[in-house]
């Protein structure tokens, strides 16, 4: 393993609104906090493997304006690697408005801008990249030709693939075997597979349709209940850790589970430790506020893990 981690994705200013409840149709409510942050699925999980101690790389295209030279500010102040991302004189950088309630629960809309013009090419000229990577996660934030490409590439280049099918979308049949691992949570595993996912018992049921397609690993998300992991060797459910506070914001926490999740594989951690890292973790980012700023250190993590945190139940 060289803890090598590459992800292709989006990246989008958020634009957070926190306020008691989130409008209905046609409803006006007054908020009480703002913020604004970097932010896009793929952005995130970088952000996360990056600070979990991989080599992270960011593949993905921003805006020739501010929100873009934040973003390119922010990955060199991390370390991630940016020879990959390319400026986009075209489109604007992504946005994203967050609207959070209370309860820590939230409703969001994204404008895609120049992720939408990440393409094909970029994806044949990314090869001898994936190559040299562990792993190489994909999100459905940027044009599903380009992911769909992206994959197979990566694939081909003999790199283990991560997909985190967010926001849910069908899928090419042949993509399926391309996948080392899917990580949908509960509505995006219902959306592909058909199944409505409320349980364990039903997301086995899923994991075990995406592992019938071709899937490696279908490991789905169940918010505070876990997760469950389903692969060759059959099933296994990860217990979410007591936390150390309220739930605050769940925004980006199932990308903190990825980029942690791809950080721990590419640093040689069998499957089942990587996912109780990745539940640690994400499970962490739900007591604060923000996305790129709720993502735990890694000595928080470790402490989580020596305290029982997401053993298998």
Known sequence: MNNRVTVVGS????????????????ETLIGQTFYESGGGKGSNQAVAAQKMGAQTVFIGRIGKDRYGLDALAMYERLGIATSAIQIDGQAHTGVSVILIDKNGQNSIMVVPGSNYNLSVQDMDDAAKRFAQSDIVGFQLENNLETVCRGIRRAHEAGARVLLDPAPAAPLPEGIYPCLTYIKPNELEAAAITGIPVTDEESARRAGEWLVQKGVENAIITLGGRGAVLVNAQGTRHFRTPA???????????????SGTLMAALAQGQALDSAIRRAICASALSTTRLGVIEAIPERDEVEAMLQSGGGRVK
Do not use: H, M, R, W
């Open 11 to 26: 990246y989008n200013v958020g634009l957070f609104l926190k306020g008691e409840a989130i409008p209905k149709g046609g």
């Open 243 to 257: 936390l150390p506070g309220p739930v605050l914001d769940t925004t980006g926490a199932g990308d903190c589970f």
